[in-house]
């Protein structure tokens, strides 16, 4: 995210995002699927929700997000854990050092400031992961999507299916069980990389 759109996120936007069940939720499902020893690297992790859930689990877990909500994670137990990281600037495998085998980006692709920066942060999830990418974004025709000021990318279903698909992700059938799986797309990395 540009330095300009910083300011948004500060303490008034994370007031009301407590910790809440359905982060467990979330990883629940996910390792059901995915199995129980996947490794999961959240990107936009914000206080880092789902990192606290991940290591709950005790799966090898990474986040990152701007400097605000990283500074303000309440959960000192994973701090060596949360990465201050752009998503839409960084080279995201040197801030982790490692990859993960599922690459998560849950409510952040919709925040950043421009399609290049969405095409940028798809790109480097695809040089993160070893198998899999969530996103989770409301797309045109969610309730949710003018419902935050703070949304800057404002595009269709198919579009974002599209650009997941166009990194290199073959594009899986999200399962119902799956919490808030009207507004997923899971990309399952496929080796041939980039469509032309």
Not at 83 to 97: E, M, Q, R
């Amino acid at each position: 995210m540009n330095g300009e759109n910083n300011s948004q996120f500060d303490e008034n936007y994370f007031k009301n995002r407590g910790l809440e069940h359905r982060f467990f939720n979330d990883l629940n499902a996910w390792m059901n699927v995915f199995g129980e020893d996947t490794t999961f690297c959240f990107l936009g992790c914000g206080l880092g929700h789902h990192c606290f859930a991940a290591d709950y689990y005790e799966t090898d877990t990474a986040g990152c997000d701007l400097e605000y909500p990283i500074k303000n994670s309440p959960y000192k137990e994973i701090e060596d854990k949360l990465f201050i990281a752009d998503i839409g600037k960084d080279d995201l495998l040197k801030v982790f050092g490692k990859k993960y085998d599922c690459v998560v980006a849950y409510d952040v692709l919709e925040h950043l400031s421009t399609v290049k920066d969405v095409e940028y942060a798809l790109n480097e999830s695809y040089k993160l992961s070893n198998k899999y990418l969530i996103v989770s974004v409301p797309w045109i025709g969610n309730n949710n999507l003018d419902a935050d000021p703070t949304h800057k990318i404002k595009k269709s279903k198919q579009w974002w299916y599209y650009k997941v698909n166009n990194v290199g992700f073959d594009i899986m059938k999200v399962p119902e069980h799956f919490p808030f799986y009207q507004q997923l797309i899971i990309g399952i990395k496929n080796e041939q990389g980039k469509m032309e």
